[in-house]
Nanobody, 124 residues
Framework: VQLQASGGGLVQAGGSLRLSCAAS????????AGWFRQAPGKEREGVSC????????YYTDSVKGRFTISRDNAKNTLYLQMNSLKPEDTAVYYC??????????????????WGKGTQVTVSS
């Protein structure tokens, strides 16, 4: 079982990045999924999550209107489109999955599988 996040990098404020999270060893469409981030010296926080079918999503207030979560179950992949990036978005971003029938959660202790992070750095 593996989740592999990619797509991070260095971008100027106002720029965009698209993160991808490829699942292997399990079928992602049986799981809710989400993105989390951890900035230096801070706790890991939930950024966004999406239900199994994509019908339900959640965004933390600081990213609403700028980030969009999506999934392609045929490709077993989760995405996070990040627009209008700000320096405060700088963090290591992690994807995660939790086995649930409906809805999603963006709480760190609610996830079953975690991927390794990808660094996002936004310069001012």
């Amino acid at each position: 079982v593996q989740l592999q996040a990619s797509g991070g990098g260095l971008v100027q404020a106002g720029g965009s990045l698209r993160l991808s999270c490829a699942a292997s060893g399990f079928t992602l469409d049986y799981y809710g999924a989400g993105w989390f981030r951890q900035a230096p010296g801070k706790e890991r926080e939930g950024v966004s999550c999406i239900s199994r079918t994509g019908s339900s999503t959640y965004y933390t207030d600081s990213v609403k209107g700028r980030f969009t979560i999506s999934r392609d179950n045929a490709k077993n992949t989760l995405y996070l489109q990040m627009n209008s990036l700000k320096p405060e978005d700088t963090a290591v971003y992690y994807c995660a999955a939790d086995h649930r029938l409906s809805g999603c959660t963006a709480t760190t202790n609610g996830m079953d599988y975690w991927g390794k992070g990808t660094q996002v750095t936004v310069s001012s």
